[in-house]
Each structure stands twice: as C-alpha cells, then as structure tokens.
C-alpha cells in the first residue's frame, strides 16, 4: 500500500501524537540528571524538584518584598493586556473588514493604506510607541493593536469578499439597502470568520506582548522571565514557558468552541 | 404597449460581440424559457434584466422606461446555486425579504409585525412544500429542497419579474419533473412574468408559454468574438413540434461546437 493511503487507527495516532512530547521529556530528564550529577548546583537544566519549588514561590508564596502572589499577578497583567490588545484590533478589523469588502468606494480608498501598514514590522516602532504613549500600559496595548490589526482588516476583507456574488444580487432582490446588506448578509457571516482570525493572530499577540513586557514594565509573565533571566533562573523561566503555552492553548480552544457553539451552520459545512 | 420591449439592443465587452440586434417584446405574465449554447448570451441577457449588466446600445425598456440598473425588489432571481442565506433558517431566510422592506434600519421585525409576517412565509413553505424542514438550516437541505426555498424566498415578495438562471441545472432528473410541476403552479398561482434560463432544450420546450432560442447566425472561425448571437427562434409552446426540436437542436449543437473550436 502506498504510503500516501496508510492511515493510523484512533488509538494508534493518539499515541504516535503523544510519542514526540515524552521523547522531549525523557532527553530533557536524561540530560538534566546528568548535569545535575556532575554539579548539583547546576543553573542550565534544572530538575523537576527544583522547578517544582520554584513554581510553589512563585505562585503559592507571598513574594517578601510585595506581598503578593507574583505568579497570578503577571498572568492577569499580562492577560488583560493581551485581552484588550486583541479586542481593539479584532473590532477595528471587523469595522473596517466589512466598509472594505462590501463598499467598493471604501476599498479604493482605504485598502491601499491597510495593504502598506500591514507591512511595517510592528517591533521597528516600538520606540515610537514609547514616546507617544507613554512607558504605561496604553503603548504595550497598542503594539499588540498596531501588530495584529492590519493583517486581521485585509483577512476579514477578504472573508467578506469570498461571499458568493449570488448572495449579494439575491439579498438586492429583497430590497435590501447598502446598510442592510451590511448588517444582514455580511456582518453575522463573517462573524465565525473573524474568531478565525483572531485565533490565528493569537500567536503574533503574544510575541509582541512579551516583547513590550520584557522592554518596560513592572509586572508581567513576559516581565518576569527578562527579570530572572539575570540569575539564569531557568528553573523559573521553564514553568513560565510552559505556563504561557498553556494559556495560549486554553485560549485557542474556548474560542474554537464558542464558535461551533454560536454557529452551528458555519462548522456544519453551511458555508 | 408590452412589458418588457426590447429594440436593436447590443452587448458587447471591447471586440467581444455577446448579443447583437436583438429585438422581443414580452406581455405580462409570459414564462419565457431561453435556450441556446454556453457563451450565446442567454445569462448575459438575463444579467441585463436583473439590472447586473446594462445593454451597450439599444434599448431595453419596462413599462416603456429603461430597467433600472441595479437590482431591486421587483425583479427575483433564482440562481443554480448559492442562492440562500446559509446562516438563516429556511423560516429566517424566507422572512427576510419581509424584515428588510419594513424596517429600513433594523432590518428585522418584532412582535405583531413579525407574528403577520412569519403567518405569510408559513403559507409561502406550505406553497413550495417546505412546512416540515421551516427550522432547518439550509445546508441540511437537499438541492432540490434548496431551490425550491430560493424560489419562496423570492415570490414572498411579489416581484412583477422572476429570472431563473439554470435553476435545475444542478440536480437529478426525478426532482427536476417535481420543479417542473411546481414552478408552473407558482406561475399560474402568482401571474407573475419568469424568464428561465436552461441548457436543456427539452426543458425549455416543454416548460412555460414561450421558447426564445439564443445563437449566432453568423461565425468566424478566425475570430469567435466578431459576431454575437441573437434570438434565432421564437416560438409559443405548444405549436412545436418534433422536427422542430430537431432543427433547433443541430442548429445549437453546431454553435457550440463552433464555440468550443
């Protein structure tokens, strides 16, 4: 059988997914037990003790200084920002999605703009950022905005420009003004389309979250691992990534199911 | 004065010549079938009337004053496929017309308003056999049971002009006897002008009061785009017969042949 045709049964591919995910554990353990081994006080790869204790300071201690539990702290710092970042962009990109997919007179004038915008690297204008905004939470919200909004308008412009012709005569037919053809053709279906997008843009927000954290800030996961970075704390660094990674996953699928759940015709191949 | 007149009217894009000198004049109330080979401008003429396309010379008139160019409510259209709104029930979609001619902003109606209007569609699925799937989704329906939800849709509205692109085109031939028979109920019922665009030449001459074939007259092999077809035959059903059929049927295939060449 050519190998194109083979494929793995339920059991079989569950364990060839978790296979990769405990080979990395396993050489991770191998070759921290070594180390270890050679100099206990080894900083590089910390064991799972170490990392444990690390993670019960952070998140289970009153940290000294402040009192408080820093672990939490970061994470709903970090998350409101990411929230707020990617709400503004996700609303701008729904606005200016369907004047651009829908208006044509709009798309002439604004579809260049967003095209050369989405082309500016956001990092290079960090500084910008800086200066105008402020070292507060306004300049780390805005990058993510400025990082992930442009691309989202021209995905959305796009969704709404996929939406077959027919549609756009037929609901004409009906007598439908610009305005109703707006809010009762393209808004409520390109709505599933729009929590694509922002999962997909879920990524590039965190990239630029951690980045505005680990450049100003007082607080933070992105923060808090450019902080302890200096002790070559990566017994703290490592749950901290790890923790990230589990936030993005939780986030990316709540959203994957809120859309299955509030559109049922979307996932069921009605589009 | 006829309701839809039609004098010396030309469609062409640059050197492509899509219809030339086309001349027809259509009563109230006539269910036209056009036939002819792919590229003949049978959907170009229907686009024309829907106020899609506008004719590049001659006139095309409504009541004796030129189509409006854009689509509006009193001209329907039922297209071979994507017709209907995929996020609204077969209820939701039917009632939408409905919804958008009352409430300009809105867009939806409420209460009294909206308990009248959904008594209308209930009796437009009963019409088009639709009542049992009236809270479905559209695309847990089968294609003909599509077709027959973008037709309700489109008559709730009354519209003087129903236009009809392959709406059969898609599906099997069992089905297509059934839309057959309730398309031509519709018709009787509602009295409304259809114009229905088909590939099937049977279809079309079986189908409706009024045959109107479209293809070229003249062809250059060197140039397919010089010269545009035209209405070659126009004829009321019922008086065709087999030999007919024949004619017009070898006429089309040898167009399309040119066509394809």
Same mark, same amino acid.
């Given at each position: 059988?050519?190998?194109?045709?083979? *494929?793995?049964?339920? #059991?079989?591919?569950?364990? /060839? %997914? @978790?296979?990769?995910?405990?080979?990395?554990? &396993?050489?991770? !353990? +191998?070759?921290?037990?070594?180390?270890?081994?050679?100099?206990?006080?080894?900083?590089?790869?910390?064991?799972?003790?170490?990392?444990?204790?690390?993670?019960?300071?952070?998140?289970?201690?009153?940290?000294?200084?402040?009192?408080?539990?820093?672990?939490?702290?970061? *994470?709903?710092?970090? #998350?409101?920002?990411?929230? /707020? %970042? @990617?709400?503004?962009?996700?609303?701008?990109? &729904?606005?200016? !999605? +369907?004047?651009?997919?829908?208006?044509?007179?709009?798309?002439?004038?604004?579809?260049?703009?967003?095209?050369?915008?989405?082309?500016?690297?956001?990092?290079?204008?960090?500084?910008?950022?800086?200066?105008?905004?402020?070292?507060?939470?306004?300049?780390?919200?805005?990058?993510?905005?400025?990082?992930?909004?442009?691309?989202?308008?021209?995905?959305?412009?796009?969704?709404?420009?996929?939406?077959?012709?027919?549609?756009?005569?037929?609901?004409?037919?009906?007598?439908?003004?610009?305005?109703?053809?707006?809010?009762?053709?393209?808004?409520?279906?390109?709505?599933?389309?729009?929590?694509?997008?922002?999962?997909?843009?879920?990524?590039?927000?965190?990239?630029?979250?951690?980045?505005?954290?680990?450049?100003?800030?007082?607080?933070?996961?992105?923060?808090?691992?450019?902080?302890?970075?200096?002790?070559?704390?990566?017994?703290?660094?490592?749950?901290?990534?790890?923790?990230?990674?589990?936030?993005?996953?939780?986030?990316?699928?709540?959203?994957?199911?809120?859309?299955?759940?509030?559109?049922?015709?979307?996932?069921?191949?009605?589009? | 004065?006829?309701?839809?007149?039609?004098?010396?009217?030309?469609?062409?894009?640059?050197?492509?010549?899509?219809?030339?000198?086309?001349?027809?004049?259509?009563?109230?109330?006539?269910?036209?079938?056009?036939?002819?080979?792919?590229?003949?401008?049978?959907?170009?003429?229907?686009?024309?009337?829907?106020?899609?396309?506008?004719?590049?010379?001659?006139?095309?008139?409504?009541?004796?004053?030129?189509?409006?160019?854009?689509?509006?409510?009193?001209?329907?259209?039922?297209?071979?496929?994507?017709?209907?709104?995929?996020?609204?029930?077969?209820?939701?979609?039917?009632?939408?017309?409905?919804?958008?001619?009352?409430?300009?902003?809105?867009?939806?109606?409420?209460?009294?308003?909206?308990?009248?209007?959904?008594?209308?569609?209930?009796?437009?699925?009963?019409?088009?056999?639709?009542?049992?799937?009236?809270?479905?989704?559209?695309?847990?329906?089968?294609?003909?049971?599509?077709?027959?939800?973008?037709?309700?849709?489109?008559?709730?509205?009354?519209?003087?002009?129903?236009?009809?692109?392959?709406?059969?085109?898609?599906?099997?031939?069992?089905?297509?006897?059934?839309?057959?028979?309730?398309?031509?109920?519709?018709?009787?019922?509602?009295?409304?002008?259809?114009?229905?665009?088909?590939?099937?030449?049977?279809?079309?001459?079986?189908?409706?009061?009024?045959?109107?074939?479209?293809?070229?007259?003249?062809?250059?092999?060197?140039?397919?785009?010089?010269?545009?077809?035209?209405?070659?035959?126009?004829?009321?059903?019922?008086?065709?017969?087999?030999?007919?059929?024949?004619?017009?049927?070898?006429?089309?295939?040898?167009?399309?042949?040119?066509?394809?060449?």
């Amino acid at each position: 059988m050519r190998l194109i045709n083979r *494929t793995p049964g339920r #059991l079989a591919a569950t364990a /060839l %997914g @978790v296979l990769p995910f405990l080979a990395i554990l &396993l050489f991770y !353990g +191998l070759a921290s037990q070594q180390r270890l081994a050679d100099n206990p006080n080894d900083k590089l790869l910390p064991g799972m003790t170490q990392m444990a204790a690390a993670v019960d300071r952070m998140a289970f201690e009153e940290d000294r200084r402040s009192g408080d539990y820093l672990m939490w702290e970061d *994470t709903v710092a970090s #998350l409101e920002r990411l929230g /707020l %970042g @990617v709400g503004v962009a996700a609303l701008l990109a &729904l606005v200016v !999605g +369907l004047a651009n997919g829908v208006l044509p007179l709009v798309r002439a004038h604004l579809a260049p703009l967003v095209s050369a915008l989405s082309m500016i690297p956001p990092l290079a204008i960090l500084p910008i950022l800086f200066i105008v905004f402020g070292l507060g939470e306004l300049s780390k919200v805005m990058l993510i905005v400025i990082g992930t909004a442009p691309i989202m308008m021209r995905d959305l412009t796009q969704r709404v420009r996929e939406l077959p012709a027919e549609q756009r005569i037929k609901i004409q037919t009906l007598g439908a003004n610009s305005w109703q053809v707006i809010t009762r053709m393209a808004l409520p279906q390109v709505l599933p389309r729009l929590i694509d997008a922002v999962r997909l843009s879920l990524g590039p927000a965190w990239l630029f979250l951690i980045a505005a954290e680990a450049i100003a800030s007082t607080e933070g996961l992105g923060y808090r691992i450019f902080l302890v970075r200096r002790y070559l704390a990566m017994e703290v660094i490592l749950p901290y990534v790890i923790w990230i990674t589990l936030l993005a996953i939780l986030i990316d699928q709540c959203l994957r199911l809120a859309n299955r759940r509030l559109f049922p015709w979307y996932n069921a191949g009605g589009h | 004065m006829s309701f839809i007149t039609v004098r010396n009217l030309w469609k062409n894009y640059g050197d492509q010549v899509v219809l030339e000198n086309l001349n027809l004049s259509v009563p109230q109330g006539e269910f036209c079938t056009l036939v002819g080979a792919s590229g003949c401008g049978k959907s170009t003429f229907l686009k024309m009337l829907l106020g899609q396309e506008s004719p590049s010379r001659g006139e095309l008139l409504l009541d004796g004053r030129p189509f409006p160019r854009e689509p509006d409510r009193h001209r329907g259209i039922v297209f071979q496929r994507y017709s209907v709104f995929p996020h609204l029930s077969v209820r939701q979609n039917v009632l939408m017309g409905l919804e958008l001619e009352q409430k300009p902003v809105l867009g939806r109606l409420f209460g009294r308003a909206r308990r009248t209007a959904l008594a209308r569609v209930d009796e437009m699925l009963a019409q088009v056999g639709l009542s049992a799937s009236a809270h479905r989704w559209p695309h847990e329906l089968s294609g003909g049971m599509q077709q027959r939800l973008a037709i309700a849709q489109s008559l709730i509205m009354r519209p003087r002009v129903l236009l009809l692109d392959e709406p059969f085109g898609a599906l099997d031939p069992g089905i297509r006897a059934d839309m057959h028979e309730l398309l031509l109920t519709l018709w009787r019922e509602t009295g409304t002008t259809i114009f229905m665009v088909t590939h099937d030449l049977r279809e079309g001459f079986y189908l409706g009061t009024r045959l109107l074939v479209f293809d070229k007259v003249r062809n250059d092999p060197h140039a397919p785009g010089a010269y545009g077809a035209t209405v070659t035959y126009d004829q009321p059903i019922g008086q065709a017969d087999r030999r007919l059929y024949q004619d017009i049927e070898a006429s089309v295939t040898t167009t399309a042949r040119h066509q394809a060449a």
